[in-house]
């Protein structure tokens, strides 16, 4: 089927998304400047399609008519080969409209900007807590010691669950991202153990004990309350999505500022630009690189016939750095950047990220208690990054804090 998208330069780059690690190449960033240039809409060597232009990202994102979330959204997504959930668990991600809006609805009101604003206090307290017990004369690991335990110790304050278990929750949500591209021994035993976990928090705490879990175990679809599974659904999705993402756009922001000293200056000496800049650093670190959608019809993208069947994958890392939305310096990072579009990380359409209110509550906050206390904060050394189809993030990203 891909085989007849034509238009392609005859002196194309070889792409695999399906192979973790497509986004560590040194040159990836000049790939998606040559594929938006070039080879906009582009057959990979693994049968899938690539879509590298906002516009066509964008326009994909906003017609789930013509392309379809249930037939798979991850590059490796089981549900493209076997027709099963992998986890065996319901996910939303993979629910098209009308019913999507329905389920949607269950929770978003909880996590609209209006919502999230009174988990402030205690968020910045999670933080400060975190940078207090961070040493700042000497090389920290800043994944391990901030941006990790950070946002899965607010998921967890969400979900009523105790202190002691965030470890562990980390742990399993790290298995549930490399589950993505195939279930090794241990990441499976783990994802067995999260799915056991999170079904006896169920169970044990009840509609009254956490507004979360209320809303989800009390709230109709249609005529029906949502069963055991779809509530498993949820929450799974709501603490690895909640978990991974933030982490990323925390060890990606503080790694880009520490690149771009210029930058960080102009943060550290107005804190009150944080939240706008939030968005910047969004556009730069964009944590989920890539999802995709089925061609239900056969259909067009910007001119190029696409057959039924076709899984077009949407790189959302380069529709923001498109130059031609974000200007010439969209491959600059510039923390006063005044955006006529809306950078796309967090998706766009009916499957935007339902937790981005709350991401970007605790970047700022996360970014505005660092930069208060260290203005002026180092790379230790080269980060080492996650290997995955999914998420582009540090898994170590050693740093001085007070230099």
């Known amino acids: ?90 996910s939303i991600l993979h629910i098209d409209p009308p019913l999507h809006a329905s389920y949607r609805s269950v929770i978003n009101r909880l996590f609209t900007p209006r919502s999230v604003a009174p988990l402030e206090d205690r968020i910045r307290e999670i933080v400060r807590v975190a940078l207090d017990e961070a040493p700042a004369r000497e090389p920290i690991d800043l994944v391990d010691r901030l941006a990790a335990p950070i946002p899965i110790a607010v998921i967890a304050e969400l979900l009523g669950i105790d202190g002691s278990d965030v470890a562990q929750l980390r742990k399993w949500s790290d298995a549930t991202i490399e589950s993505a591209d195939g279930s090794s021994n241990e990441s499976a035993a783990s994802m067995a153990e999260l799915l056991g976990f999170l079904t006896d928090y169920i169970r044990t705490t009840g509609p009254d004990g956490v507004e979360l879990l209320g809303v989800l175990t009390t709230t109709e679809i249609g005529d029906r309350l949502l069963d055991e599974g779809e509530v498993l659904g949820f929450l799974l999705t709501l603490l690895v999505a909640g978990n991974e993402t933030t982490r990323t756009l925390l060890s990606g922001g503080a790694e880009a500022l520490a690149r771009h000293p210029a930058q960080q200056s102009l943060l550290a000496e107005d804190l009150s630009i944080v939240a706008p800049a939030v968005e910047e650093i969004l556009r730069w670190v964009t944590p989920i690189q890539a999802f995709g959608r089925t061609a239900a019809v056969d259909v067009e993208v910007a001119g190029t016939p696409i057959p039924a069947g076709t899984f077009l994958v949407m790189l959302y890392a380069s529709a923001n750095r498109d130059d031609a939305v974000f200007g010439p310096d969209a491959g600059a990072f510039d923390v006063q950047r005044r955006m006529g579009a809306p950078q796309l990380a967090f998706g766009f359409g009916e499957h935007s990220c339902l937790g981005a209110s709350l991401a970007r ?31 582009s993030g540090a898994e170590t990203l050693p740093v001085l804090l007070s230099s």
């Open 1 to 90: 089927m891909v085989g007849s998208v034509s238009g392609v330069a005859e002196d194309r780059p070889e792409i695999a998304l399906g192979t973790p690690g497509f986004y560590l190449r040194p040159d990836y960033h000049e790939v998606l400047a040559w594929l938006r240039a070039n080879a906009p809409v582009y057959p990979t060597v693994d049968g899938m399609v690539a879509l590298s232009r906002w516009e066509d990202v964008r326009d994909v994102s906003r017609d789930p008519s013509s392309f379809v979330s249930s037939q798979g959204v991850l590059i490796n997504d089981p549900l493209r080969n076997s027709g099963g959930g992998g986890l065996g668990a319901f």
């Open 361 to 391: 509550l605790e970047a700022r906050i996360f970014f505005e208690e660092l930069l208060g206390r260290y203005p002026r904060f180092l790379l230790a050394g080269e980060p080492t990054y996650t290997s995955s189809t999914l998420v």
